[in-house]
């Protein structure tokens, strides 16, 4: 029988990045699975502490918001009323002491759901070094969303 909790894949280096685990229905880093919990409580300046010092959050429209409390005034003013469904994740290490977790799932607003990727790069002291966040839809999918 499958275990469809965890699945091990054979490592491969894809670019920087070196593909280790596939996991799905759970997310196994902590720090992850909290920077999702305190999103969908509308825990913003708990997010935001995730963040290294000079963390990066990267909008869905490739802004940079850097440092945490430029993040945590930018998820209190544009991230009010959002709920963010992670499914599955890689795991990964970048060569450095630095590991590498990407999520794919749904982000749903009061108007419209969309797919999601996430993409968090984790410093040695696992805190976030940068948070990625690509809509899975193109520009008209969302301007006609809901």
């Not at 091990?8 to 894809?14: D, G, K, L, M, R």
């Not at 945490?68 to 992670?86: G, R």
């Not at 002291?125 to 969303?145: C, G, P, T, V, Y």
């Amino acid at each position: 029988m499958k275990n469809t909790k965890f699945e091990q894949v054979n490592t491969a280096e894809i670019g920087n990045f070196v593909l280790s685990t596939l996991q799905s229905e759970s997310i196994n880093e902590s720090i992850i699975s909290r920077y999702f919990q305190t999103m969908n409580a509308g825990e913003f300046h708990l997010t935001a502490e995730l963040f290294g010092e000079n963390g990066v959050m990267y909008t869905p429209y490739g802004e940079a918001i850097v440092g945490k409390e430029t993040i945590f005034n930018y998820l209190k003013k544009e991230a009010q009323d959002i709920k963010v469904y992670p499914r599955q994740t890689i795991t990964g290490k970048i060569k450095s002491d630095n590991c590498r977790f990407q999520a794919t799932g749904k982000v749903k607003t009061p108007l419209f759901g969309v797919n999601a990727l996430w993409d968090f790069a984790l410093g040695k002291n696992k805190e976030i070094i940068s948070a990625k966040i690509k809509l899975l839809a193109s520009s008209k999918e969302l301007l006609f969303a809901g």
